[in-house]
């Protein structure tokens, strides 16, 4: 579920609270000018044989004044209110022990770097749970490949724009373990609406787990031939495996591919014949994404999919 009304996380807390303050102050303007427009539209309707014109009220001080400075003072209230919560959520006094992650988007995919712990991944963020036995807050710096692009969560923050040349941040700090769905929030193509974001929030323990696990280099479990055909491919000009001689930066990290239950930043399970299918013709699957189809023979692609599906 994706939504500003069950938060989890602090910035997400204070989200809320602005947000039902501002939804109580319009919900009181709309009641109020409703008000009135039924009141007008029934009491003063023309009546069957009144063809006199209404009475012209011009110049009323009173009431000049009284909806000219009520609305202000509406507007000043959210305004303050709104620069209140922003900045207390910008200057959040960091933990030193924070846990630091940087994260880059891209048409139309997220990249995760974990730079303290060596680790690289791709859509689907792992953070630990701030706990009370450990509590642990992470903060993330949002950078951008291309082009604007926004990072939301709503149950755990607000959102935060990846802009380009600059490197903007937010934190989380949800305590309870669940995964949190959110998506890009600023139109940056075609694809836009099929660049979500998974949000895992592990227990401690379950962090340190998938910590050790992502710093292992890739698994060497894969037949090499099926190894070879990947890297003999066009593959490892835009892919990482650590531990191969695939090297490329432009395109997720595959290091521990299958550890990621979801493919090409959407609704897709990561399985065998998702992932064929989106080797053999991306563009038919994701319109307009960076990754293109190489026209490989089909027992290569095979070859291909059965390493990548080793990654574990
Ligand atoms: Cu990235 Cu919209």
Redesign the pocket.
């Known amino acids: 579920m994706t939504s500003i009304f069950s938060p989890h996380a602090t910035p997400a807390e204070r989200v809320f609270r602005l947000s039902v303050l501002v939804l109580i102050i319009c919900g009181a303007v709309f009641v109020v000018v409703a008000t009135w427009i039924t009141v007008a539209i029934i009491r003063f309707r023309r009546k069957p044989g009144d063809n006199a014109e209404p009475a012209q009220i011009y110049g009323s001080n009173q009431i000049e004044i009284a909806w000219t400075v009520i609305p202000v003072l509406i507007v000043v209230v959210l305004t303050t209110a709104t620069a209140r919560i922003t900045s207390a959520v910008q200057d959040h006094q960091m933990p030193k022990d924070a846990l630091e992650v940087t994260v880059i ?1 891209h ?2 995919w997220w990249e995760f770097q974990y730079p303290a712990l060596g680790i690289v991944t791709a859509n689907e963020l792992h953070i630990p749970a701030n706990t009370t036995a450990e509590p642990r807050t992470t903060r993330l710096t949002l950078k951008t490949a291309d ?1 604007v ?2 990072f939301w969560v709503p149950e755990l923050a607000g959102k935060t724009d990846l802009i380009p040349g600059q490197a903007n941040q937010t934190w989380l700090d949800p305590s309870r373990p669940a995964v949190y769905l959110g ?7 075609i694809q ?1 609406a099929n ?1 979500l974001l998974r949000v895992v929030v592990d227990s401690p323990e379950d962090f340190r787990a998938w910590v050790r696990h992502q710093q292992q280099p890739a698994a060497e479990t894969a037949a090499p031939d099926d190894q070879m055909a990947f890297l003999s491919a066009p593959c490892i000009a835009c892919h990482t495996i650590r531990g191969t001689s695939a090297a490329g930066v432009l395109g997720p990290d595959l290091t521990h591919l299958m550890s990621r239950s979801t493919l090409t930043a959407r609704e897709l399970a990561n399985n065998r014949e998702n992932l064929k299918n989106w080797i053999h013709d991306p563009q038919a699957m994701k319109k307009g994404s960076k990754m293109i189809s190489f026209s490989l023979p089909q027992a290569t692609e095979d070859q291909i999919v059965s390493y990548l599906t080793s990654l574990q």
């Not at 998506?183 to 193509?189: D, M, Q, S, T, V």
């Open positions: 988007g048409q139309y082009v692009h926004s998506n890009c929030a600023e139109l940056c193509g836009h660049m």
